[in-house]
Every structure is written in C-alpha cells, then in structure tokens.
C-alpha cells in the first residue's frame, strides 16, 4: 500500500510522538470488544485503506501557555517590544501606556493644522450639544462642557485611537438620567443626585478600566451588532421625543421615556403648548436637516452640519436677547457659572448604601459607554489602516472617566457624529482632541455668560437632529436581509427601549444576545452525507439532493467542536438519522444497517464530555448490532480520543483517514456477512 | 475549462436558485473596488477557476421553523405520533404522559419476577440509607423514608426510564442541609425549616417540570461533565468527614460543611469521643467496605453490599437492644412516629419573605438533582439501548417533586448507587420502584418502631460506604490524562466544596463551565496554512511543519462559525498573521504580500457582526494594497455574504471554489505585476 498521501508526512512523524496506529499491531487488540456485526476485519481489508497518524504531543504547560496567550493576549499586545533590550525596553513601555510619546516626537506643522481646523470644528459641534445631553442626564448645562474639557484631555494622553472625539453623548446621557432618576429624585435632591452621577461615573471609569487591566476586553464582544443597532436606534427615536418637550415648550412633562407616556404627556398638555417657542425651534429644526441633507449631498460642505449648530446658537441667543422673547415664554438656559471644572473627589459616595446603587449604574452606563468608544475606535482604525488595542484603549477610557467623576463631569466616551466630523475636518492625531478641550476651556472661562439668552427650544432641536442619525434605518435593512432571526434581535431591543423603558431595552438585547450565544453552543450543525455520483466525495444530502445513501451505512458530519454544552445534542441527534434510517428500512427494505460513520473532518476539538458521549453512543449503537467507526479526525481529536481511552475501546481499525476509505471497508464487510449468510442458508436448505 | 468538480451539479441548479456568479458577468461589476495590487484580474485567468454557485434559497419561515425545531425539539419527540390518526393519536398522546400505558399491557411473569427481586434488594438499601441522608438535611429521619415512597410511585407512572431508582440522595440532602440552615436555624424553629423544606422541594419542582415543558431541557448541559465530577466528588469527601460525628459519638459538632471547621471539631472535641460508639461504628464499616470490595471482586456477589447495610442496621440494632448500650452513650435514633406520609399541602410558604428563599433553594437543589437523574437516565438507556426523552423526564421527575412537596417529603431525584444495583438485580421496568415504594410503605406502617434502638453510629458508617463510591477517582484521573485545562476545571470545584462550603463550589463550577463556553465562543480556531510539497492541498503548517508558503500570499482557515461573539477576534487573528508575515519580510525580504486567502470550509454560518468584520478586515488590507480573497464557502454562507452586499463589495473574483485555485489565481497575478514592474524599470532605463 501507499503511503504517499497519508495524514502525518514521514518527516512530522520522525520529529512528533511515535505512536501511530499501524496495520501491525492490530493483532494486539486484546480487550477492545469485536466489531459487532459479526465478522471480524481480515487484515486484507485493513491493508487497503491508510492508517491515522497521532500528530507531535505537546507539554502541559505549552497548551496552557497557549491558550492563556489566545484568550488574553490575542492581539499580541507586547508585538512592539521585539527586538528591544535594556532601556530602551523601559522607553517602548512607557511608549505602550502613554501613546503620545510616540507621535508627538514626529508632530509637525501639517499635523498641527489638520488637527487645529478639525478640533476647533468638532468644538463648534460639540459645545451647543453638551448643553443639551447634559439635560437628559438631569444635569445642568455646564456638566456637559465640564465633561468635554477634562475627558479629552486625559484620552489625548493614554489613548491610541487618532480619531475618536471624546465627550458626552446622547445615548449615555438618557442612561444615566433615567437609572439615576430611580435611585434618587433630581428635583427633590439636587446636591445628592449630582454626588450619586459622580459616584457612577467613578465605578464606570473602574469596571472599564478593570476590563482593560484584566485583558478581559473581549466581554464587551457578547452583546450583538443586530441588538446594539436596535438599542441605539430605539434610544435616538426615544431622545427625539423627549425633545417634544423643549421644541413645544411643555412644563409639566412626564419622567418616564417610553413612547406611550411621552407622546400621551404631549398631547394632554396642549394648553401648555407655546406657539413663539414652537416657532422658533421648528424653524431652527428645519434648518438643521435641511443642512444635513446639503451636507450628505455634497461632501465637500460637510462642515456645514457640523458649524450648523453652532450657527444656530448664536443667532437664536442673538434673537432672544435683541427682541426679549424670554418674557413670552420662550424658554432660556439663564444664569451658567464661569470657571473650570470644580474639584469633586469628595462628592462621590465612598460608604453607605449609595455605594451600591451608584455601582449599578456605573456597570450599565460604563459598559455601553465602552461598547461605543470601542466600535468608532475600530471603525476609524480600518479606514485607517492603523491598529487599535482594544484593552488598552478601555484602560484609556476608564482612566479618563476617573479623572472626569473627580473633576465634576459625568460618563464620557466616543461620539459617532463628532468622530466622524473630526475625520472628515482631516484629523491626525488625538491633538484634536486637546484643541477642542481648550476651545471648551475659554468657553467656560468667557463665554458662558453669552448662553444666558439661548433659548431650550433650539438645544431641543439640535439635539433632535443630532440623534436622528443614530436610527440607522440602513444597517437594519441589512439584518433584515441578511438574518431573520438576528432581525428579531434588533427588533426585541428596538421596541423594548421605545415602549417599555431604556432599562427593559438593555436588558432585552443583552438577554437575546446571551441566548443566541447558549443556543448556538449548544445545537451545532450535523448534516446527513451522501455520495455524489461518480465520484469519490460525501456532501450533505440537504444540499446535494442527487448524493445517494451507501446501503448498510449512515455517514454523519459533525460541524462544531464538541464539548459538554453540546455532546449530549451531537450523541441524540446521531441516534436520530440512525433511527430515521432504521424506520426508513422498516417502510422499505434493503440491507439492515451495519455501519455509521462519523465525518470528523470540522472538529477542531473534543472534551471529556464528548469522550463521554461518544462512549455511550458506542454502547447504544452495539446493542443494536451497528458498528461505530470514525473518520477523518483532526490531530488535536485524535490525541484526546486516545488518551481519553476512546481509541483502545472502539478499536483502532474504525479510525479511518476518509470517508470514502471508510465506506470501501464497510462495503466489503457488509458484502461478506451477506454472503455468509446466503451460504449458512444454501448449507441448511 | 471542465465544471465536473463544481459545486453545485447541474441539477441542483436546474432546482434551486438561478443566481451564480458567472465568468460572465464579471464585466457588470460597476461599482466593486478595483483590485488594490492594481491589476485588474484579466478575464482568461479567471476562466481558468470554477465559479461558486449558491444553494437553493428557502423562505423565512423554512428558517425559522427549523431553527425551532433543532433547537427545542432536536430529539424529536413526537416520532412515535407518525402513522397515527383521530382517536388512535390520544392513546398515543396519552402514553407519551404516561409511559406505564406503553409497557402495563405487555407486562408478564418474567418481568413481574426482575421486578420483585430488584425492588427489594434496592428497598434493603434504600431503607437505612434514607434514614441517615434526611439527617443531612437536617430532617427527621422519617422524612427521608417519606420521600422513598411517594416519589418512586409519581415517577413509575410517568417516567421512562426503566432502571433508575428514585429517592433521596446524599448530595442532594446535603445541599438542602447547607441552604435551608442559612435560612432558618433547624434548631430553633423545627416548624419553620420544614415548611421552608418544603417550600423549597415544590419550588425544585416547579423549576424542573417547567424546564421540561418549556423544553429548555438543553441547559443542564451548561454543567460541564468535569465540574461535575469535581463536584461531587467534593461534596462525598465532605459528607464522608461529616459522618465522624455519628462514629466517634461527637455532640457538639460544627455546622460548617469546609473540612478545616469539621477536622477542627473532631479534635477540639477529643473528650466527647464515645468509646463504645467508636468501636460499633468501626466494626459495620468495615464490614461494610469489606463487603463491597468483595462484590466488587465477584460480580456474581454485588447483591451482599446491597443487602449488607440493611443487615448490619438489623444486627446492630437487636446488638444494641440486648446491651442497652444506650445507657453507656451510645445514641440510638429513637422514637420513629408509624404512619404513611402526612399531607403538608398547606405547610408550604405561599406568600411572605420565606417565598423567595424557599424559591432560591429550590432552584439550586432541583437543578442539581436534575442534572444527577438525568445523567443516570441516559447511563443506563445507553446501556439497554432504549430512548430517553430528557424533557420528558424533567416533568415526571418534577411532578413527582410537587406531588413529594404535598407529602412531606424534600427533594428526591435518582440515585446512583441503588439504580446500580437495581440493574445488576435484573430490573426490567419502572415497577421495580413501585415494588420499592410498597416495601417503604410497609415500613412505615409497621416497622418504624422497631428502628428505636437503631445506633446512630451504625448510620454514620452506612452514608460514608455509600459516598465513598462518589468520588469518582476513575473520571478524574481521565480528565487529567484527556484535557490538563479541565482538570483545573475539576480542581475548582473540587476543592471549592472541600475548603469553602457548597455553595461556593457549586458557584465555581458553574461559573468556570459558563466561562469554559464564552471563552470558546470568542476564541475559535484559526491556523496559518501552507503547500504541502508535491500535492495540491493547504494544511495547518503547525501541524505539518514541512508545509511551505506561497510567496506573496497569506492562507489562513477559520475554522468556527463567526458570530458576533467572536468576529472581532477572528478579525484581528487574521491581521495578526498578516502583521507576523510583513514582520518576517521586513526582516528576510521577498515578495510583498499582495493577497489573503481565507479558506472558510468549516466555517458553518456568519452573522451580520461577522459581515462587519469582514468589510472592516477589507478596507483596511485595501489600504495596504492587499487584496481579500475567500474560498469554500458554504451555500449558507455564500448565501449570507450575498445578502449582506459583501459580495458585491469584495467583487465576485475573488470568490474561490477552492484554496489552490485560489493561489493558482493570485500568483499569476503577482507574477504579471512583477513583470510589469521589471519592463516599467527596464523602460526607464
């Protein structure tokens, strides 16, 4: 026999372990139990096909070493120190916490520019929005700003994103409004709710920073694309209505964010409706979208939409202030401080039952907060081509909003509209982020005051058509049409935010994304295989409808690893094609069924679980009379089948190379039993 | 060019759906991205590949339903429904409920005689062994042999194994013991426990009927087969240790179940030690181990260490009795009320704190206790070859729990050691318990008195024998031998009951079996390929170390669905190799790397998140001038890519029926443009 196209090359063989199942010491069998069918394997038959090669054994410590390296260290973190030594070792690490020092050797005047136009056009995005995330976050006004001077700073120092714009944002700012709001009321409370928003916002900066530490960034990795995507769209659609309130000049509105309520709140307080302010912010709205829309049809004008707001601040402020509107109900943000952030380290709740409750909020907000930071990142960085690591970007982000609970800022992260006006403004590094904390700063140094006269209607607007962005009608489309049941992923959080609460919304799409992961874990795909015609291949007879069936022989594929979450499922369902063959010969005859062959090829590898299964597979398939046999496995199954004791029960002669190889023995052997009997019946006649 | 290999014959084609990527339409391709290596892949190269043709597609619903199908009724439950019809479907219906309709009828003599002698060899060894476990509970002795005579008849109506026997177990008892005490001190308030006992058994109930019902079935698998043995193996030796109360005469003993706190109290309490209880309780175990070892040498003899407790309780007793070694210290049972279990329906807590906390123990108890019947269930339906419904089991096993709960008994579930035994004594159906439940009964109603004078010690022996057989010393060594990280795995849980208390190891087993399954989902396998020489096939060149790589060209399999959960890291492992491979060139030089071949055969499905990472892995190769290519792609994932617009993104091209048509494709490729760049250089020369 050949032993050209054997699996395990003779080379591998003479460097790997020795041990390798030969035709030779099939004779030593001893205590393995005969084939059941009835007739043992001649070594004739045996000598047609190949044997299965054990590949090189690997130590205790080298599998655990790998995969702790696979697990933690994936993105090979530590790839820049290669080839350092000494010193210059300590000058590359501080290089890895402090990104910074790595581009700010190499910044030049170009950079500088780029980064000057782009940080001051995210400035002029940013500042009218903060004012108004920081009232979904029942804050006043100037939290917004402090949140988008201190954050951006610290990021500009430790994080490696070039792109990324740093501060609040909406869907962060209603989390928090809304959890915190349930814990302690902002109106009755004023003082302990801002401490209670600092104290989350310290445990947020912790459990992300603690994800980055303990290399554990791949958890954010468990919610689904289609469940964020319904999250975030049923958030923007939930913010827009809030801004009802503003934009129709409402007092008394409700606390609560579901559609039903807000729009019910709308439309039992029509008394309360202010036409002037209606005036305004509807044509302040208009003239939002309608810039957006200009902006989006010509990409040369982008700036327009991102100067807009600003734009529209200035002339409503104007406009309010020159015709004194403010006294016919229109609305104005009044009286905001001056000054830097204030200090407020020792506003956070360090003892008292406050701890815990600023702690769950911290979670809930810290972790979407990370899940957004950590996508723009990403998506910056492929269009980019550079490299992000993701734990150390959660460290960044973590370390920031420390920095941020200490110096009166709520949760910061990534804003996905202003990152991507500060990549199309030309950015190049993170300086764009320390050009637009400075034009925060000398706002909160001068030009607060200038924000008496702005009137709410107008923030309400900006607001409004900054979110409507988030809804991304497009990405849906695409899960629709790509995977139904992802759709009702997206669909479960999406309606779970709009008509129940943002709460029931997170936890529905964390929930769902949770059970795809188990189901999936748990139900991997088997496909029946048949032969394709004049041919020596088996493919799943679902796909191939004109695969024939081997007559005597079920041939199974298993396409998942197994381990315990699924070999009970993987031993059941093998159990089924072979009770659906039996019934199947019960309706209409043909040769009893003798053989299943397992088509190992897709697992990668196997637990003791498995092992486990597959033994009472064996036991079960014995008392019927059918011989279990094997193909196909990869070196990793092999080893364990075989030190798990698998290989010596079953036998080594059922382990066979192919599918085809396995069918030929079979054939053979079904072939001689047959005739064996015809001639125990032509000597009995 | 022939397409006899092609994927997809002609007559799945004629079939299924017409879409497929021809040579032809290559030139329609408008919009697709150019070929960054800029060289437009000329129309004869590609003819020299097959195309990939795309299954026959199927409907939302199709999807669906077999989604739901597979994932709750994969053992396809309802097959003994088919061929029915009208009435002849309810008594079908009706045995499903009630498997004892299916074999009453055909019951005989010769069952009837199995049965009968492995009902009471199972009684003989149930008896004195409730007796001790209730103790573990910290319940009344009565309670356990309750709980051997209700339940055991609920099951043989309804369930469908025909060897597992029912009753209280030690783990079980144990768990109950250690939760319930949390709650309420057995001491002070002996009502209250048991109402909360109670409380707790209908509650396991509830949970596991519902489980059953709901077929949620599958998650009992989330236990990983090491945790468990870890665990109960832990939880013997600790039970093992306690019973040095019982056998050394001990009183005042600690309630911590960690090892450290019991060997503590055996030491400190040095003078309690009872002589005479030392000596009687030493001499039955070893008797008691003595016999088990010696049926365990001769198979013919398992049914001494059957009947050994129950003797060694008989002569102890009248030993006892004719002593009145009571007198001297010995503790005896005592008292034992006479009567057939007492209704505690209204016992229960239905409303009130209590509810919760008999809730929370329930679930725990009744989880575990499921796990253990039905890893017992299959055992044996392996071993006789005969189909076992585990959802259907869930019901009866809790029904047979609600209906305990009613009747003082706590949580019974089966039992290893007597469905052991009640195997080995010839069983042949569920009326092996009912003869063990009427032989309980009589019992009850007659013999309980005659236990008064019953040496506690004697009791201790029998529950250390019978736990010793837990720890699984066999499955932990093949644990180790198969798979060194699952063995830590054990260890956890292991040393979590034996050092800390129950809770804390059943807490680590399951949390390290949940992150056994996360980590696997987000880290699949992935292996660098290469040639092997003189063939045509790519193989993992860590395995087979003589592989050689393609210049310019980097293979990489994937060798796992990609989910959400994982799609990020698949993303970065491939970027990892191409990093690894533009590293080495740097250093070696050679030919740039112009191409990535994935080769995606094990690949079974993808998911919008995986889409994602795909365009993000494109665009940012594309903006190193290295062009994607994919190849063997599954009909479902062609399909999946389809409708995600990835394939019109990546352009059909670059879409391969295999791994070396692909590298046939691209070298080429590279070799023109390297001509082209030498005539380019030549020109200018």
């Known amino acids: 026999m050949s032993y050209g196209s054997r699996i395990g090359t003779e080379d591998e063989t003479a460097q790997g372990r020795k041990l390798r199942f030969q035709s030779?010491?099939?004779?030593?069998?001893?205590?393995?139990?005969?084939?059941s069918i009835g007739t043992s394997m001649g070594s004739e038959v045996r000598q047609m096909v190949h044997s299965v090669a054990l590949p090189?054994?690997?130590?205790?410590?080298?599998?655990?070493?790998?995969?702790?390296?696979e697990t933690f260290f994936a993105d090979d973190p530590f790839r820049q120190f290669r080839g350092y030594k000494g010193k210059q070792r300590w000058f590359v690490g501080l290089m890895y916490i402090f990104p910074i020092l790595d581009w700010l050797p190499k910044y030049d005047k170009r950079m500088?520019?780029?980064?000057?136009?782009?940080?001051?056009?995210?400035?002029?995005?940013?500042?009218?929005?903060?004012?108004?995330?920081?009232?979904?976050?029942?804050?006043?006004p100037i939290h917004g700003l402090y949140a988008s001077f201190v954050p951006p700073l610290i990021y500009a120092l430790l994080g490696s994103s070039r792109d990324i714009t740093i501060g609040p944002v909406a869907v962060i700012s209603i989390i928090m409004g809304q959890l915190l709001k349930n814990e302690i009321d902002p109106h009755e409370d004023r003082a302990g709710y801002l401490r209670l928003a600092f104290t989350a916002t310290f445990f947020a900066g912790v459990v992300q920073a603690s994800l980055g530490i303990l290399r554990l960034g791949f958890l954010v990795d468990f919610l689904s694309h289609a469940a964020i995507v319904g999250f975030m769209s049923g958030a923007a659609v939930t913010i827009a209505l809030q801004q009802l309130k503003g934009l129709l000049g409402i007092t008394k509105f409700t606390t609560s964010s579901d559609i039903v309520s807000v729009m019910r709140s709308v439309w039992t307080h029509t008394g309360e409706w202010n036409w002037p302010t209606i005036g305004l912010g509807f044509f302040f709205l208009i003239l939002l979208v309608a810039t957006r829309r200009f902006s989006q049809m010509r990409k040369r004008f982008f700036w327009c939409s991102a100067v807009a707001p600003l734009?529209?601040?200035?002339?409503?402020?104007?406009?309010?202030?020159?015709?004194?509107?403010?006294?016919?109900?229109?609305?104005?943000?009044?009286?905001?401080?001056k000054g830097v952030n204030p200090a407020s380290f020792?506003?956070?709740y360090w003892t008292g039952p406050l701890v815990a409750r600023g702690f769950k909020v911290g979670v809930v907000s810290g972790l979407v907060a990370l899940t957004e930071a950590v996508a723009i990142g990403r998506t910056f960085a492929a269009l980019k081509a550079y490299h992000i690591d993701g734990n150390k970007e959660m460290i960044a982000i973590g370390t920031m909003n420390i920095a941020g609970s200490w110096t009166s800022c709520y949760v910061a992260t990534g804003s996905f509209s202003r990152s991507a006006v500060n990549y199309q403004s030309g950015c190049f590094t993170a300086m764009s982020n320390v050009v637009m904390a400075i034009a925060v700063l000398f706002t909160l140094l001068f030009l607060t005051p200038l924000f008496h006269y702005t009137p709410e209607c107008v923030l309400a607007a900006i607001i409004m058509n900054a979110v409507v962005g988030l809804v991304d009608l497009r990405a849906m489309y695409l899960v629709w049409k790509t995977d139904k049941i992802d759709f009702l992923v997206l669909a479960g959080a999406l309606f779970g935010v709009m008509f129940v609460s943002i709460e029931i919304g997170l936890l529905v799409a964390v929930?769902?994304?949770f059970s795809k992961i188990l189901i999936h874990v748990t139900r991997p795909h088997t496909a029946l295989l048949g032969n394709i015609p004049g041919t020596s291949m088996y493919h799943d007879i679902k796909q191939y409808p004109l695969a024939s069936n081997e007559p005597g022989i079920v041939i199974v594929r298993i396409d998942a690893a197994i381990y315990f979450s699924n070999s009970n499922y993987v031993r059941e369902r093998i159990l089924r094609y072979v009770n659906d063959a039996e019934d199947e010969l019960a309706v209409n005859g043909g040769i009893p069924l003798q053989f299943v062959i397992l088509e190992m090829a897709p697992v990668m590898s196997i637990d003791t679980a498995a092992i486990h299964a597959f033994e009472e597979l064996n036991t079960n398939l014995q008392a019927r009379g059918i011989q279990l046999t094997i193909s196909n496995t990869v070196g990793k199954v092999i080893t364990t089948f075989k030190d798990g004791g698998f290989v010596d029960l079953l036998g080594q002669e059922w382990f066979f190379l192919s599918v085809s190889e396995g069918v030929q023995v079979c054939s053979i052997l079904i072939k001689r039993k047959q005739q064996a009997m015809k001639e125990n019946y032509a000597d009995k006649v």
Do not use: H
């Not at 010491?25 to 084939?35: E, H, I, K, L, V």
């Open 24 to 35: 030779d010491d099939m004779s030593s069998r001893g205590a393995t139990p005969a084939p």
């Open 112 to 140: 500088l520019k780029g980064d000057l136009i782009a940080g001051l056009t995210t400035a002029s995005l940013a500042i009218p929005q903060d004012l108004g995330y920081a009232k979904l976050a029942n804050m006043d």
């Open 56 to 69: 090189p054994s690997s130590t205790f410590w080298a599998q655990m070493k790998e995969g702790i390296m």
């Open 311 to 337: 734009g529209c601040v200035i002339v409503s402020t104007l406009f309010v202030f020159v015709t004194r509107l403010d006294r016919k109900g229109i609305k104005v943000i009044g009286y905001i401080e």
């Open 346 to 348: 020792s506003d956070i």
């Open 511 to 513: 929930i769902i994304s």
